[in-house]
Nanobody
């Protein structure tokens, strides 16, 4: 059975750092795209960062470029999202999900969450004093 589970979310002060984890089961990470998405109250779900090892396709939303880094540990079947210089506007529930591998349009596009599946339950990140 294909499953993902997010963890690592918590309350953090502005300027702080967090590392989120996405533990997968039933997947070979080398054969899938993995995406991190977030949804803030009253807003649509948006793609934060996605990665496909098939062609090293990596995507970052403009709002997180230079602050967030996606990485994967294939042996542990875990994908990470390192978040630095956190801002209050980063507050959201963060989800990971899987998609077809490779760069868009052949693979899933991080700009279109509907192209991803196997969503986890999410982990809450709150950036506040």
């Amino acid at each position: 059975q294909l499953q993902v589970a997010e963890s690592g979310g918590t309350l953090v002060q502005p300027g702080g750092s967090l590392r989120l984890s996405c533990a997968t089961s039933g997947f070979n990470l080398e054969h899938w795209s993995i995406g991190w998405f977030r949804q803030a109250p009253g807003k649509e779900r948006e793609g934060v960062s996605c990665f496909s090892s098939v062609d090293n396709y990596t995507y970052y939303a403009d709002s997180v470029k230079g602050r967030f880094t996606i990485s994967s540990d294939n042996a542990r079947k875990t994908v990470y999202l390192q978040m630095n210089s956190l801002k209050p506007e980063d507050t959201a529930i963060y989800y990971c999900a899987t998609g077809l591998p490779g760069s868009p349009p052949f693979g899933a596009s991080c700009r279109r969450p509907s192209e991803f599946s196997n969503w986890g339950q999410g982990t809450q990140v709150t950036v506040s004093l």
